[in-house]
């Protein structure tokens, strides 16, 4: 791993996730918390508009912004375009980028427990998943297709991740998740220094990882109403097995829709409240264990 010399903690990039939009208000009252004698740490409010209306955005998604060629288009003008455009130049933009791990700190309204969501799969990346991981093992890795360009926050940086915790509420500041979360920085920043003090904490191991295959919308009608719920034998049930022929939705006719794919998958954000707008009920994984090298 190269020299770590600054990090980024992002909090608010959705407006109505309060966890890390205080653990932010928090570091900027008490920034000795989370700085270490061999890097840089900056803290960022990424989005205080919709922070300050209690709402996930103002004009569009600012977590699905960072797509280059948006961040080039001067003909996007919206508040979250603008907003990522200044976001992108404070941290650097993909290829360029001005600070070596961003940490964008999300909450779900499903049951996602303590989750690690990685920009990509660089060995730096595993390397740290695998750490913070083994010392708490409660905590899920996921990554993205790796053949899709994300337009995360996170992507700005090689080493950049979500730490995603929940279930809360949208608008509701959790003093149980607001504590993992914490917790979960200063492991990351701790596994950082150690790494820079050329003292690598974790050698070859093996690491869990949820990989994203696709996403699943409520049935619908003609219209675009929904006409299917979560079925309650899968609500909560996040990083589970669905195995072919298990209920995924209960009709409003009282049916039960069942999973018809071929082999068995590990859905996450099961009925995330934010996600109703864009058409995902819930999003396929495939459990896989990896080996990492060691450093």
Request: negative net charge; aromatic residues 8%; contains cysteine.
């Amino acid at each position: 791993m190269n020299l770590i010399k600054r990090v980024a903690i992002v909090g608010g990039t959705h407006g109505n996730e309060f966890t890390g939009a205080y653990l932010i208000k928090k570091f900027e009252q008490y920034p000795e918390l989370v700085q270490r004698s061999s890097f840089e740490t900056l803290t960022l409010l990424a989005n205080p508009k919709a922070f300050a209306a209690a709402r996930r955005y103002i004009d569009q998604d600012l977590n699905r912004a960072f797509l280059t060629q948006d961040l080039q288009n001067s003909t996007l003008s919206d508040y979250e375009a603008l907003q990522a455009k200044t976001i992108a130049q404070q941290l650097g933009s993909k290829g360029n980028a001005q600070v070596d791990v961003i940490i964008d700190l999300h909450s779900t309204t499903a049951n996602m427990g303590l989750s690690l969501l990685l920009a990509n799969r660089s060995p730096a990346s595993l390397q740290l998943a695998s750490y913070v991981s083994s010392i708490n093992p409660l905590v899920k890795v996921c990554s993205p297709h790796p053949e899709s360009e994300s337009a995360g926050l996170r992507s700005l940086c090689d080493l950049g991740l979500v730490i995603e915790v929940g279930a809360i509420a949208q608008g509701v500041l959790d003093a149980y998740w607001f504590l993992k979360t914490e917790e979960l920085i200063h492991t990351i920043l701790d596994y950082l220094q150690t790494c820079n003090q050329g003292t690598y904490p974790i050698g070859e191991s093996s690491l869990t990882l949820y990989e994203t295959i696709a996403t699943i919308d409520y049935p619908r009608r003609a219209a675009g109403e929904i006409q299917a719920m979560i079925h309650p034998d899968l609500q909560g049930r996040d990083y589970e097995p669905l195995n072919p022929g298990d209920p995924m939705f209960l009709g409003l006719d009282g049916q039960t829709i069942v999973y018809e794919g071929r082999s068995t998958v590990y859905p996450i954000f099961i009925n995330e409240a934010a996600y109703y707008e864009k058409g995902i009920a819930l999003t396929l994984t495939q459990k896989q264990t990896i080996n990492v090298p060691k450093i």
